[in-house]
């Protein structure tokens, strides 16, 4: 694997009626929003009434996705995208593709988060590859944040401005590597997209 740093740029019941919570679970895992892997959880609830407005685009940084497997770190671009690492497992990609990465100015506007306080990721990948695994976005929180005050929660922004919920997992301080040190969070993609996340306070 190679470390890289950017520089810029059904079940039924037994009365035969269709078990609704089964029902979600299959169909989460059918698509691809469901990661086995342990420490990856799925926010309970979606907020509701959100809208996002979307705005311009600022690409940021691009990099080669390797069948072998990649790190690559945004870096030095003067963003609020600095800092974000993406992880990509070997046998994600089946030959090298590229990745962009950007930043979308658009806003996000939910009744009980007065201001959007994270930035929004735009990923693209290079046309017609599906990834067998998904690609882990390890995003540092800003200092001084206390994780015990309240839970992140990641979006995907679908092309009508709804939000629909991303595997993430908590945020936790990370000591283990040099280009990861800090308080994280990680989401994880099989698709490309935008991307946004929030914290809002534990209830």
Same mark, same amino acid.
């Given at each position: 694997m190679r470390m890289r740093i950017a520089t810029g740029t059904k079940t039924m019941t037994r009365t035969g009626a269709p078990n609704l919570t089964v029902m979600m679970l299959m169909t989460l895992i059918l698509t691809g929003t469901i990661l086995g892997d342990?420490?990856?959880?799925?926010?309970?609830?979606?907020?509701?009434?959100?809208? /996002?407005?979307?705005?311009?685009?600022?690409?940021?940084? =691009?990099?080669?996705?390797?069948?072998?497997?990649?790190?690559?770190?945004?870096?030095?671009?003067?963003?609020?995208?600095?800092g974000i690492v993406f992880h990509v497992p070997p046998g994600t990609v089946p030959f090298p593709a590229n990745?962009?990465?950007?930043?979308?100015?658009?806003?996000?506007r939910m009744p009980d988060i007065p =201001?959007?306080?994270?930035?929004v990721l735009q990923i693209s990948f290079e046309k017609n590859i599906r990834l067998a695994r998904p690609v882990r976005?390890?995003?540092?929180?800003?200092?001084?944040?206390?994780?015990?005050?309240?839970?992140?929660?990641?979006?995907?922004?679908n092309e009508d401005g709804s939000l629909s919920l991303v595997m993430s997992s908590p945020a936790?301080?990370?000591?283990?590597?040099?280009?990861?040190?800090?308080?994280?969070?990680?989401?994880?993609?099989?698709?490309?997209?935008? /991307?946004?996340?929030?914290?809002?306070?534990h209830l």
């Open positions: 342990s420490g990856v959880v799925m926010s309970g609830t979606l907020p509701h009434n959100q809208f /996002f407005t979307p705005g311009e685009t600022m690409p940021v940084a =691009e990099f080669v996705a390797l069948p072998t497997g990649s790190v690559y770190q945004i870096c030095h671009t003067d963003t609020p995208l600095d990745i962009q990465i950007a930043l979308n100015t658009g806003i996000l =201001e959007h306080q994270f930035p976005v390890s995003v540092p929180l800003p200092w001084g944040t206390d994780p015990s005050a309240g839970a992140v929660t990641a979006f995907s922004v936790g301080e990370v000591s283990g590597t040099n280009h990861e040190k800090g308080l994280r969070f990680s989401l994880y993609t099989f698709h490309p997209g935008l /991307f946004t996340w929030i914290m809002k306070p």
